[in-house]
């Protein structure tokens, strides 16, 4: 009995060596080499040659492109890593304005772990802070400065 992985290797070899690929394996392995939290702002988009080098294009999402400069460093030794020795010498970064909307934070329980220990304080203003900063720290994202 066949698998339809062996197949879909086949079949799909050729679209990841026109975008520099050798493989999926960087595409569907992506969040486990450079880690969730920046899995979430880039993603691979091709690998080209430029002037003798390897160059990792990256698609970041809108205003994360800095980010990723400053990433740039880790993420080449990641991605080496991963790739082997040397593969990657740079990285590129285009920021994309068709980047999909981030997934919204998902709705507080009304039971959190230390609710009984925050039902216990008297000052009500202490109780509404610490809620907050248990939303905060158990969402995603962090909530924005006012």
């Known amino acids: 009995m066949e698998t339809l992985d062996k197949h879909f290797r086949d079949l799909t070899r050729g679209v990841f060596a026109a975008h520099g690929f050798g493989d999926r394996d960087i595409l569907s392995n992506w969040p486990?080499?450079?880690?969730?939290?920046l899995a979430d702002i880039c993603r691979p988009d091709r690998?080209?040659?430029?002037?003798?080098?390897?160059?990792?294009?990256?698609?970041?999402?809108?205003?994360?492109?800095?980010d990723i400069d400053y990433a740039a460093p880790r993420l080449i030794e990641r991605v080496?890593?991963?790739?082997?020795?040397?593969?990657?010498?740079?990285?590129h970064v285009v920021q994309a304005a068709d980047w999909p909307q981030a997934r919204p934070a998902?709705?507080?329980?009304?039971?959190?772990?230390?609710?009984?220990?925050i039902a216990i304080i008297a000052d009500e203003g202490l109780q509404a802070a610490l809620r907050r900063l248990g939303q905060g720290?158990?969402?995603?994202?962090?909530p924005q400065r006012r």
């Open 137 to 142: 720290v158990a969402s995603r994202t962090s």
């Open 32 to 37: 486990d080499i450079v880690g969730a939290a």
């Open 47 to 66: 690998i080209r040659r430029d002037r003798g080098r390897q160059v990792l294009v990256l698609r970041t999402a809108p205003g994360r492109g800095l």
């Open 80 to 91: 080496n890593a991963f790739l082997g020795h040397g593969a990657i010498s740079a990285i």
């Open 106 to 117: 998902a709705a507080a329980t009304a039971e959190s772990p230390y609710a009984h220990e």
